[in-house]
């Protein structure tokens, strides 16, 4: 079962801040994300795997809360080059296997 | 380090017809995954293989189907091309079984 991610888009002006969401039904033992710009593959940014452990890349960071099953994505002072879909990619203990979002879409604006 | 190729990189089909999509992962990556991609539907799982061996497999039809070589490059196969199936096809290599993936640029098919 697919993670569901929140909100599906967000616009934001340059400097401004998001938080996008993940969520799974399923226990879980890693949550990765990823950016896909337009016309693009997706591009890994980070990989979550242990309980409440915050990770970082550039002014984006993630936190992963292993018992709610859930995962943020944390955008500060969001450039221009942040635009794009970003998707969150769930690997639970049952299926073994990585299991997407249908991504949110990020479109900020000068 | 090259990046993951997928061959080819468009592809027009009309139904009824088959075809073949290549994928070469990193080198030294064993691991291969393939995923459908569609406007409004996201990163579809269709299957994934380690070591010549297909370890998961997503909801799809048996028209879809895949294998992987000895030296981890792999081929998915879908006969019988309905309309649906037009989508960007993406495999992604990973090091291990699990963690990072990554992507290549996809393949594009459209079927008329």
């Known amino acids: 079962q697919q993670p569901v991610q929140s909100p599906q888009a967000v616009i934001l002006r340059e400097g401004e801040d998001a938080v996008i969401n993940c969520s799974s039904s399923k226990a879980l033992y890693s949550v990765h994300w990823y950016r896909q710009k337009h016309g693009e593959a997706p591009v890994f940014l980070m990989i979550l795997l242990k309980g409440g452990e915050q990770k970082g890349h550039e002014k984006i960071s993630a936190s992963f809360n292993e018992k709610k099953q859930q995962s943020s994505l944390y955008l500060t002072a969001s450039q221009l080059s942040y635009s794009g879909t970003y998707f969150c990619?769930?690997?639970?203990?049952?299926?073994?296997?990585?299991?997407f979002g249908d991504g949110t879409t990020l479109t900020v604006k000068p | 380090k090259a990046g993951v190729t997928q061959t080819p990189r468009y592809l027009i089909k009309t139904r009824g017809q088959q075809v073949t999509l290549s994928c070469s992962p990193i080198?030294?990556?064993?691991?291969v995954s393939w995923y459908q991609q569609t406007p409004g539907q996201g990163l579809q799982f269709l299957f994934e293989y380690f070591s010549e061996t297909q370890r998961n497999k997503g909801n799809f039809p048996g028209r879809f189907s895949g294998r992987q070589f000895s030296n981890s490059r792999s081929e998915m196969n879908v006969s019988t091309l309905e309309l649906g199936d037009s989508a960007l096809y993406l495999c992604a290599s990973l090091p291990h079984t699990s963690g990072e993936q990554f992507f290549g640029p996809g393949t594009r098919l459209t079927v008329l």
């Open positions: 990619g769930t690997e639970n203990v049952a299926a073994g296997k990585s299991t």
């Open positions: 080198s030294g990556h064993r691991s």
